[in-house]
């Protein structure tokens, strides 16, 4: 009877036990195309923030050297990069930049690899992605009513930044990275709805509305 009493629990086990690991198997293509969108968009950030750092390079050097980005007083690399606001954390921007993006493309290339991240891991980087476009947004608000002058080579930093946001919100939701916690189930019906993607989409909207909004950038 103790033996019948086994075997049926087995095989109540078994299927449940089948069925999640067919979803991680399902899961499992979806969070490597994620990872790579995370790569490929680290990977971009990181070309542009290298750019800013030589370009900086070149005006701490020369303070009377034109950069190919300074084509007049409202697109002008060099009044963004000389603002105080270009080194608020005291190194200039673009080298936390290019530290934050190599932190994305490490994870993401370990996951090309075939690493599986850990939940907590996954959270931290989610984390990470939430906080740097945070401040990008901050550095852009700035620049369109502080600085006065647009880098382009910032607005396509920050929309690298919003692109690892929605990759990473969907690999948070996917791997349950919060778990059944109030942001996880927050993150759950956000991705089940896309109302993700509509909320980073505003995100980036909202940055680009500001700066078109401003007579003195694009007038």
């Known amino acids: 009877m103790r033996d019948s009493g086994r075997m049926a629990t087995s095989e109540q086990q078994t299927p449940a036990t089948l069925e999640t690991f067919d979803e991680k198997v399902a899961l499992g293509p979806k969070v ?3 990872w790579s969108v ?3 968009a680290a990977l971009i950030g990181a ?3 290298g750019i800013q750092i030589v370009e900086k390079i070149t ?3 020369n303070p009377e ?3 190919v980005c300074d084509l007049n007083t409202k697109v002008s690399c060099s009044t963004v990069l000389d603002a105080w606001q270009s080194s608020v954390l005291g190194p200039p921007n673009s080298l936390v930049g290019a ?3 190599s932190v994305f493309f490490s994870g993401g290339l370990a996951s090309f690899l075939g690493s599986r991240h850990s939940r907590s891991y996954v959270a931290t980087m989610w984390g990470l992605a939430v906080f740097f476009l945070a401040f990008a947004s901050w550095f852009m608000f700035e620049t369109a009513f502080s600085i ?3 880098c382009p080579w910032c607005v396509a930093i920050t929309t690298a930044v919003v692109v690892i946001c929605v990759a990473l919100t969907r690999v948070a939701a996917a791997e349950r990275a919060f778990g059944d916690t109030r942001l996880g189930r927050l993150v759950d019906r956000a991705v089940a709805s896309r109302f993700d993607l509509a909320f980073w989409g505003a995100w980036w ?3 680009a509305a500001f700066l078109a909004d401003r007579p003195d950038l694009t007038g």
């Open 32 to 34: 490597g195309d994620l």
């Open 38 to 40: 995370v790569t490929g």
């Open 47 to 49: 070309v542009f923030t």
């Open 59 to 61: 005006i701490l050097k």
């Open 65 to 67: 050297a034109n950069l």
């Open 99 to 101: 530290v934050m993006f």
């Open 148 to 150: 006065r002058s647009l």
């Open 205 to 207: 909207l909202v940055i």
